[in-house]
């Protein structure tokens, strides 16, 4: 439907290098990561949901690319890491802001994934928590299925190191994955991609074996070029991973779903920043893995 990913001229490392064009590193973070497609992330900070959905996605359709969206904003987010903690008061509250999401993408193709490490922090829930969250991620489907018939939607599976496999599948079968396109993995995080693939396909095995189906996944290349050193809160030494493409070792595709250079939150290299702000230096020796 479209002739490849979007490239958001307005990310945070594009901003930054034309707002810098003098500094000696700016030139390398615009060649290496501003001029590559990444998603880009919707929450509260969006203002008005339909409006800045719809600009984004009607921007990458009148150049016929995709869109690559990530919807940020389930109530009790972040339950375990709490970098990134906030979200919408209420599910009555996330029902209404995911439905305004979706409807604004309308017809227009695009790829969603919901919700990053939702189903990852159940460990950080209690079951009437799980419960509700459950519901509010099939509700989340819902609304896409019937307001954004050709958008692609994804439910975050976490990562390799995080929840075994097959008690991700009974995550995802809890959270309605058989009306989902597929699942993500690594969003954030640091694993090799045939770590995540491994991991993709082990989670497939146990959803077919137990629920009768696989689903198709994505894997977030944008940090992974050096793999993880254990760590996922800025670490050092990490390194830019393969540029967004259809396909690679089992995936459907391989994806920048985190900003190379955003950080993960006052922790590690990042440390004094707060999460989601672009850091210049640690974008530059992400480029060359130092």
Not at 151 to 174: E, K, R, S, V
Request: charged share 15%.
């Amino acid at each position: 439907m479209t002739s490849g990913f979007y490239t958001d001229p307005s990310s945070g490392p594009a901003a930054w290098a034309a707002a810098n064009p003098g500094d000696g590193r700016a030139a390398a973070i615009r060649d290496n990561i501003a001029s590559r497609p990444m998603a880009r992330w919707f929450g509260a900070w969006s203002g008005d949901i339909g409006a800045a959905v719809g600009s984004y996605v009607g921007a990458a359709d009148a150049v016929d690319k995709l869109p690559v969206l990530i919807a940020y904003n389930i109530p009790g987010r972040d339950a375990c890491g709490g970098h990134s903690g906030g979200g919408a008061g209420t599910p009555a509250a996330y029902q209404a802001w995911i439905s305004a999401f979706a409807s604004a993408i309308g017809s227009r193709p695009a790829l969603v994934v919901i919700e990053p490490d939702s189903l990852g922090d159940f460990s950080c829930l209690s079951q009437a928590q799980i419960a509700e969250r459950n519901g509010m991620l099939r509700g989340a489907l819902t609304q896409f299925r019937d307001r954004a018939p050709n958008t692609w939607t994804y439910l975050d599976a976490g990562n390799p190191a995080w929840i075994g496999a097959a008690t991700m599948a009974q995550h995802l079968d809890g959270a309605g994955a058989r009306e989902a396109h597929g699942f993500s993995l690594n969003i954030s995080n640091y694993f090799t991609t045939g770590e995540n693939t491994a991991y993709g396909n082990a989670i497939n095995s146990a959803l077919s074996s137990t629920y009768g189906y696989t689903k198709p996944y994505v894997v977030d290349t944008s940090r992974n070029g050096n793999g993880s050193n254990g760590q996922w809160c800025n670490p050092g030494g990490r390194r830019i991973g393969a540029v967004s493409q259809t396909g690679g070792g089992g995936a459907e595709m391989l994806l920048w779903l985190k900003t190379p250079g955003e950080s993960d939150g006052n922790c590690g290299v990042g440390g004094g920043s707060a999460a989601g702000q672009f850091l210049p230096e640690v974008a530059y020796k992400m480029i060359y893995g130092y």
